[in-house]
């Protein structure tokens, strides 16, 4: 399992916008390969920055075939008008845990 970070800022102002936008963005991304679920995170402290977490099978999953995909066109074009600069995308994969 790897875990997509995301961190996104969005332009002042839109943060609410933003928000409905990845609410509807949800239907592309569970018609994806290996996709898991997602979820979104807005900063406290920056308001203006989330991070959203997507579980994928496998690293390709996500950088191929998403990105690849009719999905990812959709995704971007819900959301990609809100960015206030391209995404800082990064993966990782669980090393220690404490979930239950």
């Known amino acids: 399992m790897i875990t997509e970070i995301a961190q996104i800022d969005v332009k002042p ?7 409905a936008a990845v609410e509807k963005a949800r239907a592309a991304f569970g018609r994806s390969k290996g996709f898991y679920g ?3 995170h807005r900063s406290i402290e920056k308001p203006q920055r989330y991070r959203l977490m997507a579980k994928w ?5 996500h950088t191929v075939d998403f990105r690849g995909s009719e999905n990812f066109t ?5 959301v990609g008008q809100y960015f206030a600069a391209p995404p800082e ?3 990782t994969e669980t090393v220690v845990t ?3």
């Not at 099978?57 to 999953?61: A, F, G, K, R, S």
């Not at 959709?74 to 819900?78: I, S």
């Open 13 to 19: 102002g839109t943060e609410k916008d933003f928000e």
């Open 38 to 40: 997602f979820e979104l």
């Open 57 to 61: 099978e496998t690293l390709e999953n």
């Open 74 to 78: 959709e995704w971007r074009g819900l």
């Open 89 to 91: 995308v990064e993966h």
């Open 98 to 100: 404490t979930a239950i």
